[in-house]
């Protein structure tokens, strides 16, 4: 099983940028489908984006789309999600994910979880 840790949260503006980290450990670390989720205070949890093994595969919802960018820097075992132009609806505590399959992750079913990392956008 996949250990992660995220960071990088914090309060900004809106239309400021914050990059997110997510340090993974584990074995075949660098198999794993990673994922970034992100759960709004009284809402459920969605998926922001996600990215296969090699990075080979990117996906992001429409929201986010042009503003968010997930990557992957396998030497350093980490994940991380840039933020640029936020906006308020972006505020919430945001969680990476991984998994062998990234339709598992991308369907909230990921078999490891961080215990996420708190992002406030204020306008």
């Known amino acids: 099983q996949v250990q992660l840790v995220e960071s990088g949260g914090g309060s900004v503006q809106a239309g400021g940028s914050l990059r997110l980290s997510c340090a993974a450990s584990?074995?075949?670390?660098?198999?794993?489908?990673m994922g970034w989720f992100r759960q709004p205070p009284g809402k459920e949890r969605e998926a922001v984006a996600t990215?296969?093994?090699?990075?080979?595969?990117?996906y992001e919802i429409d929201s986010v789309k042009g503003r968010f960018t997930i990557s992957r820097a396998d030497a350093a075992n980490t994940v991380y999600l840039q933020m640029n132009s936020l906006k308020p609806e972006d505020t919430a505590m945001y969680y990476c994910?991984?998994?062998?399959?990234?339709?598992?992750?991308?369907?909230?079913?990921?078999?490891?979880w961080g215990q996420g990392t708190q992002v406030t956008v204020s306008s």
């Open positions: 584990g074995y075949n670390t660098r198999r794993n489908c």
């Open positions: 994910a991984a998994d062998e399959f990234c339709g598992t992750v991308v369907a909230g079913r990921a078999k490891s």
């Open positions: 990215i296969g093994s090699l990075g080979g595969t990117t």
